[in-house]
């Protein structure tokens, strides 16, 4: 059975810094991309960043280009966002997915989510 799990949210004070990471286990399981979505209080889920495993392609939401950073250690098949300058608007669950092909764009598997807080 496929899983991922977060880690690494937590309390911060405007301006802060948090590094967020996804581990999948097993280790058999083979990635293809990886994203990271959030969900704050009524509202939708959005979409923050993605990565393809290969490390060749990064996306990244406009409301969090140039503040985060996504990244994956293939051999731990972990993948990691570090998110920089936080803002109270970046409250919200955060939650890590991934695909394990490159013909399904649907992100198949996800974490059960870590809650990012920033107070003002």
């Known amino acids: 059975q496929v899983q991922l799990v977060e880690s690494g949210g937590g309390l911060v004070h405007t301006g802060g810094s948090l590094r967020l990471s996804c581990v999948v286990s097993?280790?058999?399981?083979?990635?293809?991309?990886m994203g990271w979505f959030r969900q704050a209080p009524g509202k939708e889920r959005e979409f923050v960043a993605a990565?393809?495993?290969?490390?060749?392609?990064?996306y990244y939401a406009d409301s969090v280009k140039g503040r985060s950073t996504i990244s994956r250690d293939s051999a731990k098949n972990t993948g990691y966002l570090q998110m920089n300058s936080l803002k109270p608007e970046d409250t919200a669950v955060y939650y890590c997915?991934?695909?394990?092909?490159?013909?399904?764009?649907?992100?198949?598997?996800w974490g059960q989510g870590t809650q990012v807080s920033v107070s003002s």
């Open positions: 997915a991934a695909r394990d092909s490159a013909s399904d764009p649907r992100y198949g598997y």
């Open positions: 097993p280790r058999t399981f083979s990635v293809y991309a």
């Open positions: 990565i393809s495993w290969s490390g060749g392609s990064l």
